[in-house]
């Protein structure tokens, strides 16, 4: 099955200073536009996100107002409609969703017309004709920028306290492998990932990081000074990037293990409004649930595994904590904390690593009944497999089916 990779590469830019003026003239009115357009959208019970319709509706009075080019204008019609159709699916779904809001100065959305890539340098529309960029690149930059298998789809043009940076989304085909072997990865907030190898990822030096961090910028937030304010925002920045390194580190090894265990598909559980369900914790959990970043997880999972010929899968995660992945007995008694003991065959195990044997199991059932015929799926363990009926076949280097499904090593950040 030949489908297709996407990643996007943050690159920064060296934009002549005495065109810098046009670049970001070029910010204010494409802001400008998109807040004319909302306004049509918005009116009503109805919210518009109709292309169509709000082109036909604004794009001549944007024409008339600004000095955007016309593939500018189609851009900032195109974001509202998308910002707009996802504050009315959230609202579908029961959930709130406020009118969006663009600031001046935000970013600017390119298209193949407006935006000219080349491997070192590129030239953008403006209000003021085209600007020639040159690129300052790092290694991982230009292995990707160089790769001539890669397209590219769209860019993003954004401007942080006067350094500009051009995210340029970029594709290629990928082949994914059929080996018949699933992993399943179970996700949560004291483990950030156990997978049915018996792979543990512990989330406690990651939370006590998280945690000082809440806690300095408490203090700063209380103080409320000017100073203050300049350490929060550096605060921020850092430590979104110690959680985007510790998220990339985690997904490697898990799409290294998937590697090693010849494994053509990753499976996760479904935790589509998982912070929805949880509004009547308490203040903490509440405070973690927020700061779990199991979309990022999933999402780097994604495209590093389809480099490599994984697909990534994803599958119902209910009673996937209750049930004995030994019996398939059911029961919320089963579990007492992070200790899962089955009250009908007494199988005893760490509950993480019990669920994610049962998101591999549940995704292996499905994809047999689904296919019908041709190879069966079996799910990857520590040293072997095992299929949904029970049958465990031991890998090259599994003394016992015991030592290989009861045993997990635990593995935690930095050994």
């Known amino acids: 099955m030949s489908q297709y990779v996407t990643k996007t590469i943050q690159v920064k830019m060296d934009i002549p200073p005495d065109r810098q003026g046009d670049v970001l003239e070029t910010f204010r009115q494409f802001s400008q536009a998109c807040r004319m357009v909302l306004e049509v959208a918005w009116q009503g019970e109805r919210k518009n996100y109709n292309k169509q319709e709000l082109h036909d509706a604004t794009y001549y009075s944007i024409r008339d107002a600004t000095d955007l ?107 994914y492998k059929s080996t018949g072997v699933a992993m399943g990865v179970d996700l949560g907030v004291n483990n950030i990932a156990v997978t049915s190898t018996a792979k543990f990822f512990d989330a406690g030096f990651y939370n006590w990081k998280r945690n000082g961090c809440f806690r300095t910028k408490r203090g700063l937030q209380e103080k409320g000074t000017r100073g203050a304010r300049r350490v929060l925002k550096r605060l921020k920045r850092r430590e979104n990037r110690f959680g985007e390194d510790y998220i990339h580190r985690v997904s490697k090894v898990i799409v290294q293990e998937a590697l090693d265990h010849d494994v053509d598909a990753i499976v996760f559980e479904q935790l589509d409004h998982i912070r929805d369900r949880m509004q009547n914790s308490n203040h903490r959990t509440q405070r973690q649930m927020h700061t779990w970043a199991f979309r990022k997880l999933q999402a780097f999972v994604t495209y590093k595994a389809a480099e490599v010929g994984i697909q990534v899968a994803y599958q119902d995660a209910r009673y996937t904590s209750q049930k004995c992945s030994c019996c398939g007995h059911t029961q919320s008694s089963n579990r007492h904390g992070r200790q899962f003991v089955c009250q009908s065959c007494g199988y005893s195990v760490d509950a993480d690593y019990n669920a994610a044997k049962n998101i591999g199991l549940n995704y292996c059932t499905q994809r047999q009944k689904s296919s019908g015929v041709g190879l069966p799926c079996q799910l990857a363990l520590k040293s072997g497999t095992l299929t949904p009926k029970g049958d465990y076949s031991p890998g090259e280097h599994s003394p016992t089916a015991a030592e290989s499904t009861d045993k997990p090593h635990r593995l935690r950040w930095g050994s």
């Open 69 to 175: 080019p016309a593939n500018l204008v189609c851009s900032a019609r195109n974001r509202v409609a998308e910002a707009v159709k996802a504050c009315v699916g959230r609202w579908a779904d029961g959930r709130k969703a406020s009118k969006p809001t663009f600031r001046d100065f935000g970013s600017v959305v390119y298209d193949k017309r407006t935006v000219t890539v080349k491997n070192r340098h590129c030239t953008l529309a403006t209000v003021n004709g085209r600007v020639r960029a040159d690129y300052v690149l790092g290694d991982y930059q230009k292995e990707h920028l160089d790769d001539p298998n890669y397209e590219m789809r769209s860019a993003t043009l954004s401007n942080r306290d006067g350094v500009f940076f051009l995210n340029i989304t970029i594709r290629k085909p990928v082949l």
